[in-house]
């Protein structure tokens, strides 16, 4: 069994459309995250959340929208999508989300913006 | 602002060498972490290290911290080509968000 898991893994679209990435974790974690890793592998935060509550919320445009319904699943609804939104994201988890604990990491949404 | 700095940015071994990446950092840290990224996949992790720690080891994987010199190393020795993959530091200085800075990573290709 996966254990984070995120859909789809490679999404291709058109600059101004909208579209979501869905992410689920298995492990009974209480924290996910959302990761930006651009094309020379730089991998920046984006969001956090913990048990269902935004605690790190990064310099992210507000076409960049999470949303959690429960604490297993964290899905990014991005809109108005631009050229320099093309990157692969990447959900993670970790336990408490309290520091000092390794994260789990998803396979990872390429997005490609034409 | 970026946190950890890689070097190399890439390296080049044969199959029973050992690999050295380092790791740099600009602030106090709780711990630093290592990860493997293996084309196309999610980031693992490898190892993680305290601030009050020196040195860890896990199987034939050796991490070093100078928190003085704010730099971490990490030592893959008898390397294998199944050890080729990109590998990134990850600095903790939140207070308690678990905010993770990773640098950009070494590549490491292991030629058998």
């Known amino acids: 069994d996966t254990a984070v898991s995120q859909t789809p893994k490679y999404l291709v679209t058109q600059m101004g459309n909208d579209k979501s990435i869905k992410c689920e974790q298995n492990?009974?974690?209480?924290?996910m995250y959302w990761y930006k890793q651009d094309s020379k592998k730089f991998l920046k935060i984006m969001f956090s959340?913990?048990?269902?509550?935004?605690?790190i919320n990064e310099t992210v445009p507000n076409r960049f929208s999470p949303k959690s319904p429960d604490k297993a699943h964290l899905n990014l609804h991005i809109n108005s999508l631009e050229l320099g939104d093309s990157a692969v994201y990447f959900c993670?988890?970790?336990?408490?989300?309290?520091?000092?604990?390794?994260?789990?990491f998803g396979s990872g949404t390429q997005l490609s913006v034409l | 602002s970026q946190q950890g700095e890689e070097d190399p940015q890439a390296l080049s071994i044969q199959e029973g060498e050992n690999a050295t990446m380092n790791c740099s950092y600009k602030?106090?840290?709780?711990?630093l972490q290592w990860y493997r990224q293996n084309s196309g996949r999610g980031l693992v992790h490898l190892i993680l290290?305290?601030?009050?720690?020196r040195e860890k080891h896990s199987g034939r994987l050796r991490v070093t911290l100078d928190t003085s010199k704010k730099s971490s190393s990490l030592l893959i020795t008898a390397s294998r080509a199944a050890d080729t993959a990109s590998y990134f530091c990850?600095?903790?200085?939140?207070?308690?968000?678990?905010?993770?800075?990773f640098g950009q990573g070494t590549t490491l290709q292991v030629k058998p």
């Open positions: 993670a988890s970790s336990h408490e989300g309290q520091g000092g604990e390794k994260l789990f």
């Open positions: 492990l009974g974690h209480d924290t």
């Open positions: 959340y913990n048990n269902k509550e935004l605690i």
């Open positions: 602030t106090s840290i709780n711990n």
């Open positions: 290290i305290r601030s009050n720690e």
């Open positions: 990850a600095t903790d200085a939140s207070s308690n968000t678990g905010k993770l800075i």
